[in-house]
């Protein structure tokens, strides 16, 4: 969509690539958050999960049973509002939980929702990731620039320093096999400053210079 609109107006752009979902049909982690507590569809009253080793439980209540309609009345809702029923508290709760977790815990919870939602994993196409080959050929226009974002989006922050520099090293890796080329750019997951350390910085630096 973007890139036409970009070449007629010679605008040159930087995309910054994640690449645990390049080869599969999984959403990112909040998007399948979204799907799975706020698209229509029934959820047990009370959700039991396990969540970095400990069980967690949110009563629903009536919000269990979500139709389009109800769906549809919230659809201009943002994560910068208040949670204004039980589905969308548990949609913050989870997204708050998932940014804490390595990739393995992250996948596991997603998991266990869609066991309880019946939808399974696999995205529609209008939530579908890049794939490698779009990667490719969008790389492949001489308007875009093409920078790391980890490999599977972790806050950084929250994970310990070998698997902060694992996540960066991972992601750029993967681009340049992918691209054939040197990927020396960086953008750090999310962003805040509660996202980044001094670990984060220290493992940034470290992979520029083999970078360059």
């Known amino acids: 969509v973007a890139l036409p609109i ?13 690449t645990a979902n390049l080869a599969t049909d999984h959403a990112f982690w909040w998007d399948e958050l ?5 698209w229509p569809g029934t959820l047990p009253r009370q959700v039991r999960l ?5 069980v967690r439980c949110w009563d629903l209540g009536s919000d269990a049973t979500w139709t389009a309609t109800v769906a549809s009345r919230h659809r201009t809702w943002t994560v910068l509002e208040p949670p204004p029923t039980a589905r969308h508290r548990l949609y913050l709760d989870l997204c708050a939980e998932r940014r804490r977790l390595a990739a393995g815990a992250g996948e596991d919870l997603l998991c266990q929702l869609a066991a309880l939602t019946g939808a399974g994993r696999t995205s529609p196409p209008s939530h579908r990731p890049l794939r490698a080959g779009d990667l490719a050929a969008l790389a492949s226009d001489p308007l875009v620039t093409i920078g790391s974002h980890t490999h599977s989006h972790p806050a950084l922050a929250s994970l310990a320093s070998e698997a902060q520099r694992g996540e960066i090293l991972e992601g750029r890796r993967r681009l340049e096999t992918l691209l054939g080329r040197s990927v020396p750019w960086l953008a750090y997951p999310f962003g805040s400053r509660a996202d980044v350390s001094n670990d984060t910085r220290d493992a940034a630096r470290q992979s520029a210079k083999l970078a360059a």
């Open 34 to 38: 979204e799907r799975h507590c706020l």
């Open 6 to 18: 970009l070449r007629q107006h010679g605008v040159p752009v930087t995309v910054f690539a994640s």
């Open 50 to 54: 396990s969540v970095g080793g400990h």
